[in-house]
Protein backbone atom coordinates (compact mmCIF):
# COMPACT_ATOMS: atom_id res chain seq x y z
CA UNK A 1 0.00 0.00 0.00
CA UNK A 2 1.46 3.62 -0.91
CA UNK A 3 0.87 6.53 1.83
CA UNK A 4 -0.41 9.84 0.36
CA UNK A 5 2.68 12.42 0.04
CA UNK A 6 3.04 14.24 3.52
CA UNK A 7 1.35 17.69 2.72
CA UNK A 8 3.65 20.28 2.43
CA UNK A 9 3.50 23.90 3.56
CA UNK A 10 5.15 26.61 3.19
CA UNK A 11 3.92 29.72 5.50
CA UNK A 12 5.68 32.20 4.35
CA UNK A 13 7.16 35.29 6.49
CA UNK A 14 3.14 36.71 8.13
CA UNK A 15 1.05 39.44 6.84
CA UNK A 16 2.46 42.61 7.81
CA UNK A 17 5.97 41.72 7.89
CA UNK A 18 8.91 43.90 5.90
CA UNK A 19 10.39 42.43 2.45
CA UNK A 20 13.63 43.61 2.53
CA UNK A 21 14.88 45.01 -0.95
CA UNK A 22 18.45 45.33 -2.20
CA UNK A 23 18.95 47.30 -5.03
CA UNK A 24 21.60 46.24 -7.42
CA UNK A 25 22.08 49.37 -10.04
CA UNK A 26 21.24 52.98 -10.04
CA UNK A 27 20.87 54.12 -14.06
CA UNK A 28 17.77 54.66 -15.79
CA UNK A 29 15.90 51.80 -14.57
CA UNK A 30 17.21 51.58 -10.82
CA UNK A 31 16.12 54.97 -10.42
CA UNK A 32 12.70 54.74 -11.76
CA UNK A 33 12.14 51.35 -9.77
CA UNK A 34 13.38 53.70 -6.45
CA UNK A 35 11.20 56.32 -7.35
CA UNK A 36 8.08 54.06 -7.98
CA UNK A 37 8.77 51.89 -5.08
CA UNK A 38 8.83 54.77 -2.86
CA UNK A 39 5.88 57.32 -4.51
CA UNK A 40 3.76 54.37 -4.28
CA UNK A 41 4.53 52.19 -0.79
CA UNK A 42 1.32 52.56 0.46
CA UNK A 43 0.13 50.69 -2.27
CA UNK A 44 2.48 48.36 -2.79
CA UNK A 45 2.20 47.40 0.88
CA UNK A 46 -1.56 46.39 0.20
CA UNK A 47 -0.95 44.67 -3.06
CA UNK A 48 1.92 42.20 -1.25
CA UNK A 49 0.68 42.48 2.43
CA UNK A 50 3.37 43.77 3.40
CA UNK A 51 5.70 46.67 3.27
CA UNK A 52 8.91 46.94 0.89
CA UNK A 53 11.62 48.16 2.31
CA UNK A 54 14.95 49.14 0.72
CA UNK A 55 17.90 47.87 2.12
CA UNK A 56 20.41 49.05 0.34
CA UNK A 57 21.56 50.85 -3.36
CA UNK A 58 24.73 48.74 -4.51
CA UNK A 59 26.64 51.07 -7.39
CA UNK A 60 29.68 51.13 -8.61
CA UNK A 61 30.96 54.42 -8.16
CA UNK A 62 29.92 55.88 -4.58
CA UNK A 63 30.61 59.53 -5.34
CA UNK A 64 28.73 60.20 -8.11
CA UNK A 65 25.44 61.53 -7.37
CA UNK A 66 22.59 59.67 -6.47
CA UNK A 67 19.67 61.90 -6.35
CA UNK A 68 16.67 60.06 -4.80
CA UNK A 69 19.10 57.42 -2.67
CA UNK A 70 19.49 58.64 1.19
CA UNK A 71 23.71 58.42 1.62
CA UNK A 72 23.36 55.36 4.19
CA UNK A 73 21.22 53.29 1.28
CA UNK A 74 24.43 53.29 -1.10
CA UNK A 75 27.28 50.84 -1.52
CA UNK A 76 29.55 49.49 -4.13
CA UNK A 77 29.88 46.30 -2.37
CA UNK A 78 26.59 44.22 -3.87
CA UNK A 79 27.97 40.69 -2.36
CA UNK A 80 27.67 41.98 1.00
CA UNK A 81 24.13 43.39 -0.06
CA UNK A 82 22.74 40.86 -1.06
CA UNK A 83 23.62 38.08 1.90
CA UNK A 84 22.14 40.29 4.44
CA UNK A 85 19.46 38.64 6.30
CA UNK A 86 17.40 41.96 6.45
CA UNK A 87 17.58 41.10 2.43
CA UNK A 88 14.83 39.08 0.65
CA UNK A 89 14.54 40.00 -2.63
CA UNK A 90 17.59 41.07 -4.96
CA UNK A 91 16.64 43.50 -7.87
CA UNK A 92 19.33 43.31 -10.58
CA UNK A 93 19.89 46.04 -13.12
CA UNK A 94 22.96 46.75 -13.61
CA UNK A 95 22.87 45.18 -17.27
CA UNK A 96 25.98 43.06 -18.60
CA UNK A 97 26.57 39.61 -17.92
CA UNK A 98 29.92 38.06 -16.08
CA UNK A 99 29.50 40.67 -12.93
CA UNK A 100 26.00 40.72 -12.87
CA UNK A 101 26.16 36.37 -13.60
CA UNK A 102 28.36 36.13 -10.19
CA UNK A 103 26.07 38.67 -7.79
CA UNK A 104 22.40 37.20 -8.78
CA UNK A 105 24.56 32.98 -7.95
CA UNK A 106 25.79 34.82 -4.80
CA UNK A 107 22.20 36.41 -3.83
CA UNK A 108 20.01 32.72 -5.14
CA UNK A 109 22.70 30.48 -2.79
CA UNK A 110 21.90 32.74 0.10
CA UNK A 111 18.50 31.87 -0.35
CA UNK A 112 17.18 35.62 -1.87
CA UNK A 113 14.60 35.35 -4.45
CA UNK A 114 15.71 37.54 -7.33
CA UNK A 115 14.03 40.02 -10.14
CA UNK A 116 16.37 40.68 -12.91
CA UNK A 117 15.76 42.85 -15.91
CA UNK A 118 18.97 41.26 -17.65
CA UNK A 119 18.31 39.58 -21.20
CA UNK A 120 21.89 38.93 -22.38
CA UNK A 121 22.26 36.86 -18.61
CA UNK A 122 19.12 35.17 -18.83
CA UNK A 123 19.08 34.28 -22.47
CA UNK A 124 23.02 32.83 -21.66
CA UNK A 125 23.09 31.59 -18.14
CA UNK A 126 19.04 30.08 -17.92
CA UNK A 127 19.61 27.26 -16.82
CA UNK A 128 22.49 27.96 -14.30
CA UNK A 129 20.59 30.69 -12.38
CA UNK A 130 17.46 28.15 -12.68
CA UNK A 131 19.00 25.66 -10.98
CA UNK A 132 20.13 27.85 -8.07
CA UNK A 133 17.12 28.76 -7.57
CA UNK A 134 15.41 25.55 -7.15
CA UNK A 135 17.88 24.34 -4.85
CA UNK A 136 17.18 27.75 -2.86
CA UNK A 137 13.75 27.20 -2.84
CA UNK A 138 13.33 30.96 -3.88
CA UNK A 139 11.62 32.87 -6.76
CA UNK A 140 13.39 34.04 -10.23
CA UNK A 141 11.86 36.45 -12.05
CA UNK A 142 12.67 38.45 -15.55
CA UNK A 143 9.38 39.84 -17.17
CA UNK A 144 11.68 43.08 -17.61
CA UNK A 145 13.86 40.92 -20.08
CA UNK A 146 11.92 40.81 -22.66
CA UNK A 147 10.38 43.97 -24.48
CA UNK A 148 10.26 45.61 -21.03
CA UNK A 149 6.82 47.52 -19.79
CA UNK A 150 4.71 44.31 -21.79
CA UNK A 151 3.70 41.43 -20.32
CA UNK A 152 4.68 38.18 -22.00
CA UNK A 153 7.06 36.39 -20.04
CA UNK A 154 4.22 35.72 -17.06
CA UNK A 155 1.64 34.82 -20.17
CA UNK A 156 3.99 32.35 -21.71
CA UNK A 157 4.92 30.89 -18.11
CA UNK A 158 1.29 31.18 -16.41
CA UNK A 159 -1.81 31.86 -18.44
CA UNK A 160 -0.55 29.87 -21.49
CA UNK A 161 0.69 27.13 -19.46
CA UNK A 162 -2.11 24.73 -20.77
CA UNK A 163 -1.76 25.69 -24.27
CA UNK A 164 0.14 24.43 -26.87
CA UNK A 165 2.45 26.85 -28.57
CA UNK A 166 3.00 26.64 -31.88
CA UNK A 167 4.98 30.14 -32.72
CA UNK A 168 5.92 33.39 -31.49
CA UNK A 169 6.97 36.29 -33.60
CA UNK A 170 7.68 39.43 -32.87
CA UNK A 171 9.11 43.12 -32.77
CA UNK A 172 11.49 43.02 -29.51
CA UNK A 173 13.97 45.84 -30.31
CA UNK A 174 12.64 49.32 -30.23
CA UNK A 175 15.56 50.67 -31.75
CA UNK A 176 15.96 48.94 -35.27
CA UNK A 177 12.59 49.30 -35.28
CA UNK A 178 12.78 53.19 -34.67
CA UNK A 179 15.15 52.95 -37.58
CA UNK A 180 13.58 51.04 -40.05
CA UNK A 181 9.84 52.76 -39.27
CA UNK A 182 11.91 56.38 -40.12
CA UNK A 183 13.26 54.72 -43.45
CA UNK A 184 9.81 53.58 -44.34
CA UNK A 185 7.80 56.73 -43.85
CA UNK A 186 10.91 59.13 -45.03
CA UNK A 187 12.74 57.15 -47.70
CA UNK A 188 15.80 58.24 -46.21
CA UNK A 189 18.46 55.21 -45.93
CA UNK A 190 19.85 53.33 -43.04
CA UNK A 191 22.66 55.81 -42.13
CA UNK A 192 20.48 59.18 -41.96
CA UNK A 193 18.09 57.05 -40.13
CA UNK A 194 20.52 55.50 -37.60
CA UNK A 195 21.60 59.25 -37.01
CA UNK A 196 18.15 60.31 -36.19
CA UNK A 197 17.45 57.72 -34.03
CA UNK A 198 20.56 58.57 -32.05
CA UNK A 199 19.95 62.38 -31.95
CA UNK A 200 16.37 61.24 -30.75
CA UNK A 201 18.01 58.73 -27.80
CA UNK A 202 16.29 56.04 -29.33
CA UNK A 203 19.82 54.33 -30.10
CA UNK A 204 22.56 54.42 -27.71
CA UNK A 205 26.30 55.70 -28.52
CA UNK A 206 27.15 52.15 -29.04
CA UNK A 207 23.86 50.54 -31.13
CA UNK A 208 25.84 46.99 -32.07
CA UNK A 209 23.75 44.92 -30.00
CA UNK A 210 20.58 46.56 -31.15
CA UNK A 211 21.79 47.20 -35.49
CA UNK A 212 23.22 43.47 -35.53
CA UNK A 213 20.58 41.92 -33.74
CA UNK A 214 21.77 40.74 -30.72
CA UNK A 215 19.89 42.36 -27.81
CA UNK A 216 16.35 41.00 -30.19
CA UNK A 217 18.06 37.19 -29.79
CA UNK A 218 18.50 37.02 -26.46
CA UNK A 219 15.07 37.86 -26.43
CA UNK A 220 13.99 35.30 -28.81
CA UNK A 221 16.06 32.77 -26.88
CA UNK A 222 13.91 33.32 -23.72
CA UNK A 223 10.86 33.37 -25.31
CA UNK A 224 11.22 29.94 -27.17
CA UNK A 225 12.78 28.40 -24.03
CA UNK A 226 9.19 29.58 -22.08
CA UNK A 227 6.80 28.66 -25.18
CA UNK A 228 8.17 25.09 -26.15
CA UNK A 229 9.88 24.27 -22.76
CA UNK A 230 12.89 23.75 -23.73
CA UNK A 231 16.25 25.14 -23.02
CA UNK A 232 17.22 27.36 -25.51
CA UNK A 233 19.95 30.05 -25.16
CA UNK A 234 21.45 33.05 -27.19
CA UNK A 235 23.47 30.74 -29.30
CA UNK A 236 21.50 28.53 -30.22
CA UNK A 237 19.83 31.38 -32.60
CA UNK A 238 20.36 32.29 -35.88
CA UNK A 239 20.77 35.88 -36.21
CA UNK A 240 21.28 38.63 -38.52
CA UNK A 241 20.47 42.60 -38.03
CA UNK A 242 18.95 45.42 -40.14
CA UNK A 243 22.97 46.98 -41.35
CA UNK A 244 22.29 45.95 -44.73
CA UNK A 245 18.90 46.95 -45.58
CA UNK A 246 19.05 49.69 -48.02
CA UNK A 247 16.55 52.52 -49.21
CA UNK A 248 15.88 50.45 -52.31
CA UNK A 249 15.38 47.32 -50.50
CA UNK A 250 12.29 49.64 -48.59
CA UNK A 251 11.29 51.06 -51.89
CA UNK A 252 10.56 47.70 -53.62
CA UNK A 253 9.20 46.27 -50.36
CA UNK A 254 6.65 49.82 -50.42
CA UNK A 255 6.12 48.58 -54.13
CA UNK A 256 5.18 45.10 -53.32
CA UNK A 257 2.47 46.55 -50.49
CA UNK A 258 5.08 44.95 -47.56
CA UNK A 259 6.83 46.55 -45.30
CA UNK A 260 10.53 45.28 -43.99
CA UNK A 261 10.70 44.15 -39.86
CA UNK A 262 13.15 43.04 -37.65
CA UNK A 263 11.50 39.74 -36.42
CA UNK A 264 12.53 37.39 -33.83
CA UNK A 265 10.66 33.81 -35.33
CA UNK A 266 10.51 31.08 -32.82
CA UNK A 267 8.37 28.29 -34.24
CA UNK A 268 7.73 24.64 -33.75
CA UNK A 269 9.20 22.91 -36.94
CA UNK A 270 9.00 19.85 -38.78
CA UNK A 271 12.97 18.85 -39.77
CA UNK A 272 14.04 16.82 -42.92
CA UNK A 273 14.28 14.10 -40.70
CA UNK A 274 10.11 14.12 -39.71
CA UNK A 275 11.01 15.22 -36.28
CA UNK A 276 9.77 18.10 -34.45
CA UNK A 277 12.16 20.80 -33.74
CA UNK A 278 12.81 24.55 -32.40
CA UNK A 279 13.73 27.12 -34.90
CA UNK A 280 14.53 30.13 -33.37
CA UNK A 281 15.85 33.24 -35.83
CA UNK A 282 16.46 36.83 -35.60
CA UNK A 283 16.10 38.91 -39.27
CA UNK A 284 14.78 41.23 -41.24
CA UNK A 285 11.51 40.38 -43.26
CA UNK A 286 9.12 41.51 -45.43
CA UNK A 287 5.94 41.42 -43.59
CA UNK A 288 2.72 42.35 -45.77
CA UNK A 289 1.09 45.84 -44.82
CA UNK A 290 -1.64 44.44 -43.41
CA UNK A 291 0.08 41.79 -40.78
CA UNK A 292 -0.80 42.84 -37.19
CA UNK A 293 3.02 44.06 -37.49
CA UNK A 294 3.69 45.77 -39.72
CA UNK A 295 1.28 48.77 -37.90
CA UNK A 296 3.65 48.80 -35.01
CA UNK A 297 5.63 51.72 -35.40
CA UNK A 298 8.29 54.06 -34.10
CA UNK A 299 10.39 52.54 -31.16
CA UNK A 300 7.30 50.20 -29.97
CA UNK A 301 7.57 46.41 -29.89
CA UNK A 302 5.10 43.90 -29.82
CA UNK A 303 4.67 39.90 -30.41
CA UNK A 304 2.68 37.98 -31.85
CA UNK A 305 1.78 33.87 -30.47
CA UNK A 306 -0.39 31.38 -32.12
CA UNK A 307 -1.33 28.75 -30.11
CA UNK A 308 -3.70 25.77 -30.25
CA UNK A 309 -6.43 26.52 -28.48
CA UNK A 310 -6.13 30.36 -27.68
CA UNK A 311 -5.75 31.16 -31.37
CA UNK A 312 -3.37 34.05 -32.24
CA UNK A 313 -2.63 36.65 -29.72
CA UNK A 314 -0.91 39.84 -29.59
CA UNK A 315 0.98 42.14 -26.71
CA UNK A 316 2.02 45.38 -27.79
CA UNK A 317 3.49 48.31 -25.89
CA UNK A 318 6.87 49.82 -24.48
CA UNK A 319 9.58 47.99 -24.98
CA UNK A 320 12.39 50.01 -23.35
CA UNK A 321 12.81 53.14 -21.41
CA UNK A 322 13.35 53.81 -17.55
CA UNK A 323 9.87 53.76 -16.40
CA UNK A 324 8.59 50.66 -18.69
CA UNK A 325 11.07 48.54 -17.64
CA UNK A 326 10.67 49.83 -13.76
CA UNK A 327 7.04 49.26 -13.79
CA UNK A 328 7.84 45.35 -15.15
CA UNK A 329 10.19 44.83 -12.67
CA UNK A 330 8.11 46.04 -10.16
CA UNK A 331 5.59 43.68 -11.47
CA UNK A 332 8.07 40.68 -10.58
CA UNK A 333 8.94 42.64 -7.09
CA UNK A 334 5.39 42.36 -6.09
CA UNK A 335 5.17 38.82 -7.02
CA UNK A 336 7.94 37.73 -5.41
CA UNK A 337 7.68 39.53 -2.22
CA UNK A 338 3.64 37.96 -2.13
CA UNK A 339 4.98 34.78 -1.93
CA UNK A 340 8.07 35.84 1.04
CA UNK A 341 4.74 36.96 3.17
CA UNK A 342 2.36 34.30 1.97
CA UNK A 343 4.46 30.83 1.45
CA UNK A 344 4.72 29.65 -2.05
CA UNK A 345 6.89 30.24 -5.09
CA UNK A 346 5.95 31.53 -8.61
CA UNK A 347 6.66 28.39 -11.59
CA UNK A 348 10.42 27.84 -12.26
CA UNK A 349 11.66 26.73 -15.27
CA UNK A 350 10.34 24.29 -17.07
CA UNK A 351 12.42 22.34 -19.76
CA UNK A 352 10.32 18.60 -19.71
CA UNK A 353 9.82 18.71 -23.34
CA UNK A 354 13.70 19.35 -23.92
CA UNK A 355 12.97 19.41 -28.24
CA UNK A 356 16.19 19.65 -30.38
CA UNK A 357 17.18 22.97 -31.84
CA UNK A 358 17.01 22.67 -35.85
CA UNK A 359 20.08 23.68 -37.48
CA UNK A 360 18.85 27.05 -38.99
CA UNK A 361 19.15 25.84 -42.80
CA UNK A 362 16.03 23.28 -41.63
CA UNK A 363 13.41 26.49 -41.65
CA UNK A 364 10.76 26.75 -44.14
CA UNK A 365 11.35 29.68 -45.38
CA UNK A 366 10.44 32.37 -48.41
CA UNK A 367 13.07 34.48 -49.84
CA UNK A 368 12.74 37.80 -51.74
CA UNK A 369 15.62 37.92 -54.22
CA UNK A 370 16.84 41.47 -55.91
CA UNK A 371 19.32 41.23 -58.54
CA UNK A 372 21.00 43.13 -61.46
CA UNK A 373 21.08 40.94 -64.36
CA UNK A 374 21.92 40.95 -68.31
CA UNK A 375 19.47 41.61 -70.30
CA UNK A 376 19.36 38.93 -73.42
CA UNK A 377 17.25 35.99 -74.27
CA UNK A 378 17.31 32.99 -72.32
CA UNK A 379 18.20 34.61 -68.89
CA UNK A 380 15.31 34.20 -66.90
CA UNK A 381 15.04 30.76 -68.01
CA UNK A 382 18.35 30.07 -66.78
CA UNK A 383 17.74 31.92 -63.43
CA UNK A 384 14.18 30.39 -63.08
CA UNK A 385 16.12 26.51 -63.66
CA UNK A 386 18.54 27.07 -60.99
CA UNK A 387 15.77 27.37 -58.16
CA UNK A 388 14.09 24.37 -59.78
CA UNK A 389 17.36 22.36 -59.76
CA UNK A 390 16.38 22.44 -55.99
CA UNK A 391 13.08 22.34 -55.84
CA UNK A 392 12.10 25.74 -55.24
CA UNK A 393 8.72 26.94 -56.51
CA UNK A 394 8.84 30.63 -57.71
CA UNK A 395 5.54 32.64 -56.89
CA UNK A 396 6.31 36.24 -58.28
CA UNK A 397 9.13 37.42 -61.15
CA UNK A 398 9.42 41.18 -61.62
CA UNK A 399 11.50 42.81 -63.94
CA UNK A 400 12.70 46.38 -64.77
CA UNK A 401 15.31 48.25 -66.95
CA UNK A 402 18.25 48.78 -65.30
CA UNK A 403 21.08 50.79 -67.35
CA UNK A 404 22.11 48.56 -69.74
CA UNK A 405 20.89 45.10 -68.21
CA UNK A 406 17.10 44.80 -66.54
CA UNK A 407 16.52 44.05 -62.40
CA UNK A 408 14.87 41.12 -61.60
CA UNK A 409 12.63 40.61 -58.20
CA UNK A 410 12.05 36.98 -57.28
CA UNK A 411 9.83 36.08 -54.49
CA UNK A 412 9.56 32.17 -53.90
CA UNK A 413 7.30 29.94 -52.59
CA UNK A 414 8.36 28.49 -48.84
CA UNK A 415 11.47 25.74 -48.91
CA UNK A 416 14.09 25.22 -45.96
CA UNK A 417 16.29 27.72 -45.98
CA UNK A 418 19.45 25.81 -46.90
CA UNK A 419 18.07 24.99 -50.05
CA UNK A 420 17.36 28.88 -51.01
CA UNK A 421 20.83 30.03 -49.71
CA UNK A 422 22.53 27.40 -52.07
CA UNK A 423 20.22 28.55 -54.50
CA UNK A 424 21.52 32.22 -54.47
CA UNK A 425 25.03 30.93 -54.09
CA UNK A 426 24.31 29.81 -57.40
CA UNK A 427 23.08 32.76 -58.72
CA UNK A 428 25.75 34.38 -57.82
CA UNK A 429 28.46 32.51 -59.60
CA UNK A 430 25.84 32.59 -62.82
CA UNK A 431 27.55 34.76 -65.58
CA UNK A 432 24.72 36.29 -66.35
CA UNK A 433 23.86 37.61 -62.66
CA UNK A 434 25.73 40.98 -62.31
CA UNK A 435 25.16 41.34 -58.85
CA UNK A 436 22.82 40.28 -55.77
CA UNK A 437 21.36 43.94 -54.77
CA UNK A 438 19.94 41.54 -51.37
CA UNK A 439 18.26 39.06 -50.03
CA UNK A 440 15.36 39.50 -47.60
CA UNK A 441 12.77 36.27 -46.05
CA UNK A 442 9.48 36.91 -46.66
CA UNK A 443 6.94 35.91 -43.34
CA UNK A 444 5.84 32.51 -43.66
CA UNK A 445 2.09 33.06 -44.19
N1 LIG B 1 17.93 48.42 -26.62
C1 LIG B 1 16.67 47.75 -26.57
C2 LIG B 1 15.76 48.27 -27.64
C3 LIG B 1 15.96 47.86 -25.25
O1 LIG B 1 16.15 49.12 -28.45
O2 LIG B 1 14.63 47.82 -27.71
C4 LIG B 1 16.57 46.98 -24.23
O3 LIG B 1 16.55 45.67 -24.61
Given at each position: MTSAPAPSFNPGKGIGSPVGIALLGYGTVGSEVMRLMTEYADELEHRIGGPLQIRGVAVSDKSKPRPGVPDELLTDDAFSLVKRDDVDIVVEVIGGIDYPRKVVLAALKAGKSVVTANKALVAAHAAELADAADEANVDLYFEAAVAAAIPVVGPLRRSLAGDQIQSVMGIVNG???????????????????????????????????????????????????????????????????????????????????HTIKLLAICEKITDSNGETAISVGVHPTLIPRSHPLAAVNKSFNAIFVEAEAAGRLMFYGNGAGGAPTASAVL????????????????????????????????????????????????????LAQLFADRGISLRTIRQEESGEGARLIVVTHQARENSLAATVEALKDHPAVKSINSVIRLERG
Open positions: TTNFILDAMDSSGAGYDESLAEATRLGYAEADPTADVEGHDAASKAAILASLAFHTRVTSDDVYCEGITNISAEDIRAAKQADGDVVGAARNKVHGGRAPGESTYANLPIADYGETPTRYHVDMEVEDRVGVLAD
